[in-house]
């Protein structure tokens, strides 16, 4: 049976949570926003049941960063227009989507986009810089910097957004899109930087010398961020997930103070969408804890951390998602089975488990070896 078959066959969504815990930020189907389009439906999706900690007869899997380099269709397409303005053309979005939800079953695809494009779309004047990452012309390094540089994001500034939602929605039939932004410090960190840092040490210095600045920056930015989720969702996104990717870099004690407190105000004001949440960083297993507290539904696990451990940490009433070491795809095919079914063996204990890298798909990663992968995910047997 093919992986896209067996999906189709995923009980309905509603078995009990396994350790009878309900979470009543969540509503039901009826709860949803009016204006979502109805697209396929994705009820009996087993990604969006392990999100919710419900019975699956398989482990969903996706992949950070499924779509893009690593995919030579990818490359193909992308051949001379800049990533972000692929991001502007909803025929390309769509396209870049779908191709890894065709190559290899994934029980989710995840929308293409970048974590810089709510930025530019206010006027920020930045860059991808190919092999780099985000580059910004003028860093935001006091408080008069913040507030003509980033005005709140309206849904009117990323109608592409919106388009390319709808449009993948009614491609993706019964497969959820995953919807995404980037958390308030880990944006903070490439505007204050002006691009990627290994230390962050301007962000902290800004951080614990100009709490009013700080402030007034991370708090934008957390709007900027709740806008850019609502676009998703109101358009059909199914889920979301929330990317403090650099959030590893502090101490739990710093995280808790000085970054938490936004990437909260973003997922709570999510809530009411009825769309899990998911929240991941890399390098974070110290703060997987906070991370869950902050008001995700499903936490992502970096592979520094053993998914066991990170199940002490984040607790019974949330669902994990992770962790294999993204180089295991480079390793002999019965050393990425034996690491992948270790993965899925720890996850049995977790409320739900959400297969995934640890971090995302490196650009050299051999697609074939990630499809034996998704294969290998499917095949294991759940009861
Ligand atoms: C930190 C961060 C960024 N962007 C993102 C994050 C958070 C996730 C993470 O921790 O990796 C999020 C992101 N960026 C992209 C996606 C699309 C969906 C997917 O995961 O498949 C997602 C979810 C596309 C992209 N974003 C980018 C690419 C590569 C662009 C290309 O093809 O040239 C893609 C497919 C560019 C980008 N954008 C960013 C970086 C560091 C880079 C890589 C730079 C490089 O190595 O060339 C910022």
């Not at 994934?106 to 190919?130: E, R």
């Not at 092999?131 to 935001?140: D, E, M």
């Not at 977790?350 to 499917?378: C, E, I, M, S, Y």
């Amino acid at each position: 049976m093919s992986a896209a078959e067996k999906k189709d066959e995923a009980p309905t969504t509603s078995g009990t949570p396994k350790d009878g815990t309900k979470d009543d930020t969540k509503g039901t189907s009826k709860d949803r926003p009016k204006d979502a389009p109805k697209g396929g439906s994705t009820t009996t999706s087993t990604f969006l049941a392990a999100c919710r900690g419900e019975k699956v007869d398989h482990v969903p899997v996706w992949f950070m960063r499924q779509a893009g380099r690593s995919l030579p269709e990818y490359r193909k397409l992308r051949e001379g227009v800049p990533m972000l303005e692929s991001c502007t053309r909803p025929e390309m979005v769509v396209e870049i989507t779908m191709q890894p939800v065709r190559r290899y079953g994934v029980d989710a695809a995840i929308f293409y986009s970048d974590i810089v494009v709510p930025l530019k779309a206010i006027g920020v004047d930045l860059d991808i810089v190919p092999g780099t990452g985000p580059v910004v012309a003028k860093p935001i390094r006091t408080v008069k910097d913040v507030e003509p540089q980033l005005r709140e994001l309206t849904p009117a500034d990323v109608p592409y957004v919106t388009e390319s939602v709808r449009g993948l929605v009614s491609e993706l039939g019964t497969t959820p899109l995953i919807g995404f932004a980037g958390a308030p410090f880990t944006l903070a960190s490439y505007l204050i930087e002006g691009g990627p840092s290994r230390d962050h040490r301007l962000t902290k210095e800004l951080m614990y010398r100009d709490p009013a600045t700080w402030d007034a920056l991370l708090g934008r930015l957390a709007t900027i961020a709740a806008t850019f989720l609502r676009v998703q969702v109101k358009a059909g996104a199914k889920a979301v997930q929330l990317f403090d990717s650099w959030a590893g870099s502090l101490s739990r004690e710093d995280y808790v103070k000085y970054v938490k407190p936004y990437a909260k105000r973003v997922l709570d004001a999510v809530a009411d969408l009825d769309v899990p949440r998911i929240h991941f960083g890399v390098g974070t297993g110290e703060l997987l804890g906070e991370m869950g507290d902050a008001g995700a539904d499903v936490v992502g696990v970096d592979w520094r951390v053993s998914l066991s451990d990170a199940l002490a940490r984040v607790g019974s009433g949330r669902s994990v998602q992770g962790n294999l070491d993204p180089t295991v795809l480079f390793a002999p095919d019965e050393v990425m089975r034996a690491k992948a079914t270790a993965v899925l063996d720890a996850g049995r204990k977790a409320r739900g488990h959400v297969f995934n890298l640890g971090h995302g798909v490196l650009p050299a990663t051999d697609p074939d070896a990630l499809k034996r992968l998704v294969d290998h995910v499917h095949a294991y047997e759940v009861r």
